[in-house]
């Protein structure tokens, strides 16, 4: 009997690394999402992953919330100056971590085998999988432009109006092994602080995920990452505008519906209690902001006791 979390990427990390410090690491699958990764210079980059690789390795670049603490752009200085573009700000240690992914990639691993050999590596005691070992792409529809997920969220810096999102090849992906059968045996599911439509709902997109989740008898436990109107980091509180649902703790419970049984929120958002639990879903309500592990911790404390 274990915990399942389904995660994207700063805001996940942030709560995970308070999560393995109360729960055996091994007791927990994370199931991370994999639309926003990207093909650069031959490399695959799994952004989200490495984000909590690194987060529960210790050696994440804390202010940026990405990346590895202390990195250096030598390289792409020199990608740079051969004429490439160097948009994705990728640094020379990261660099080395992608060269592995993709090599593993090419002798035949699966995305999951070599995370799992990068988690070990890395001494990461958690299991983290990605969502499924296919090709899922997350594409922003800014009205008449299609855009790759990592063009709009760092080429273009979030500016455009998301006004569809597509997750291509979901219809396809079967999950990645071992999830359905962890989600069957869970006794708690938790949904991490994450942008509901561009982190979370790629991996709710692959159709067995749902499914499964839907059957649990466990209960399923959210926390908001819409604090009072405004998301903690990221474009989620513009695209839920955009996208019909708004802004608010409200909002990102009426996104994930009757999935939910509990939902955490903070304590800015209390006129939302009783709106929220009218949809069937209980609330409590705390500090959510993660400024510490401490904080993290705590967090995750009340997260492990909500029903
Ligand atoms: N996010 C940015 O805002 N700008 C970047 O240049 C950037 C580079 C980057 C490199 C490696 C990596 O693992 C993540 C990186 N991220 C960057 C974060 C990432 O693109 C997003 O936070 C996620 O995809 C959304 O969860």
Redesign the pocket.
Same mark, same amino acid.
């Given at each position: 009997m274990g915990v399942v979390a389904l995660a994207?990427? @700063?805001g996940a990390a942030k709560f995970l690394r308070g999560l393995v410090r109360i729960i055996p690491p091994q007791n927990l699958l994370i199931v991370g999402n994999v639309g926003?990764d990207v093909e650069l210079y031959g490399l695959h980059?799994s952004?989200?992953l490495?984000?909590i690789m690194y987060t529960l390795a210790g050696i994440v670049d804390e202010e940026k919330g990405?990346?590895v603490a202390g990195d250096t752009f030598h390289c792409l200085e020199m990608l740079g100056r051969l004429g490439f573009e160097t948009w994705?700000?990728?640094g020379d240690r990261?660099l080395a971590i992608h060269i592995i992914r993709t090599k593993m990639l090419r002798e035949g691993y699966t995305l999951s085998q070599a995370t799992a050999q990068l988690c070990k590596m890395l001494g990461v005691k958690a299991k983290l999988m990605p969502m499924s070992d296919d090709k899922v792409r997350t594409k922003v529809q800014a009205g008449e432009l299609l855009l790759d997920f990592?063009e709009y969220? @760092?080429k273009r810096g979030t500016m455009d109006t998301v006004t569809d999102v597509i997750f291509e090849g979901a219809k396809k992906a079967k999950p990645a092994p071992g999830i359905i059968e962890a989600i069957n045996m869970a006794e708690r599911i938790i949904i991490c602080p994450s942008n509901p439509l561009l982190?979370i709902a790629p991996i709710l997109s692959i159709s067995a995920i749902r499914k499964a989740l839907e059957a649990s008898m466990a209960p399923i436990i959210g926390i908001s990452p819409i604090v009072g109107g405004k998301a903690l980091k990221?474009p989620a509180d513009r695209v839920m505008a955009s996208m019909g649902y708004e802004a608010s703790a409200y909002g990102v419970a009426k996104f994930y519906g009757k999935l939910l049984k509990h939902l955490i929120i903070d304590e800015v958002d209390i006129a939302h209690k009783k709106r929220i639990e009218n949809l069937g879903i209980k609330v409590t309500v705390t500090n959510t902001l993660m400024k510490n592990v401490e904080d993290a911790i705590r967090l995750a404390k009340i997260l492990m006791e909500a029903e």
């Open positions: 994207g990427g @700063v926003d980059i952004p989200d490495d984000i990405w990346g994705f700000n990728l990261d990592q969220f @760092v982190s990221g």
